[in-house]
């Protein structure tokens, strides 16, 4: 079965930290762009960050920037979210995407998916 399989989330206070993993199974991420999505509810999707599929180019929204870190193990099939001082407008549910057409990143707003993951809940709050 093809799929991407996010875990890491959970309950964390603000100013915590929480490292999210998206696992993929049945397919290689070393061709894809990966980029993670949250969505709050009653709020559109958000692009939340990026990552070349060589890992060289990173992109991220304003509000995580210096926050938050993408990294990648394509050894390992897995592409990580670190995501520290957590803020509670952080809360949501965080996916994960296999990107087409994202050219390394630098049109990952409109790019394709390929395969998305079924998401993990992030909640901050004290």
């Known amino acids: 079965q093809l799929q991407l399989v996010e875990s890491g989330g959970g309950l964390v206070q603000p100013g915590g930290s929480l490292r999210l993993s998206c696992a993929a199974s049945?397919?290689?991420?070393?061709?894809?762009?990966i980029a993670w999505f949250r969505q709050a509810p009653g709020k559109e999707r958000e692009g939340v960050s990026c990552?070349?599929?060589?890992?060289?180019?990173?992109n991220y929204t304003e509000s995580v920037k210096g926050r938050f870190t993408i990294s990648r193990d394509n050894a390992k099939n897995t592409v990580y979210l670190q995501m520290n001082s957590l803020k509670p407008e952080d809360t949501a549910v965080y996916h994960c995407?296999?990107?087409?057409?994202?050219?390394?990143?630098?049109?990952?707003?409109?790019?394709?998916?390929?395969?998305w993951g079924q998401g993990t809940q992030v909640t901050v709050s004290s």
């Open positions: 049945g397919f290689t991420l070393d061709y894809y762009d």
């Open positions: 990552i070349s599929s060589s890992g060289s180019k990173t």
């Open positions: 995407a296999a990107l087409r057409g994202s050219f390394g990143c630098s049109t990952w707003y409109t790019a394709h998916i390929d395969y």
